[in-house]
């Protein structure tokens, strides 16, 4: 059974900063891509953040320096740090799992963590 369980989602200010993780079972994690989706009200589901097997990242245009993805294989965990944040970064954040670069959405899905910037 496939789990992947987000933290670390919550409040903050404008141009402060967050970092989600997301810790994966169930999946072989180091042969896995890995990926972060936002949804913001009323607004379609879109990738934010994906690294592959190998470290090779994408970054939505939005977040691009302003964002960072990494993955712990050992401990199987892939994380988002996020700085410099937007009320516009507001949204439910998915962890993802099982996509490639070209086609980064996988199949699994977590169950989203709230990240809400204030102005």
């Known amino acids: 059974q496939v789990q992947l369980v987000e933290s670390g989602g919550g409040l903050v200010q404008a141009g402060g900063s967050l970092r989600l993780s997301c810790a994966a079972s169930?999946?072989?994690?180091?042969?896995?891509?890995m990926g972060w989706y936002r949804q913001a009200p009323g607004k379609q589901r879109e990738l934010v953040a994906f690294?592959?097997?190998?470290?090779?990242?994408l970054f939505a245009d939005s977040v691009r320096d302003r964002f960072t993805i990494f993955r712990d294989n050992a401990q199987k965990t892939v994380s988002l740090r996020m700085n410099s944040l937007k009320p516009e970064d507001t949204a439910i954040y998915y962890c993802?799992?099982?996509?490639?670069?070209?086609?980064?959405?996988?199949?699994?899905w977590g169950q989203g963590t709230q990240v809400t910037v204030a102005s």
């Open positions: 993802n799992a099982g996509g490639t670069v070209r086609a980064p959405a996988g199949r699994y």
């Open positions: 169930g999946i072989p994690f180091s042969s896995t891509g």
């Open positions: 690294i592959s097997v190998g470290g090779f990242t």
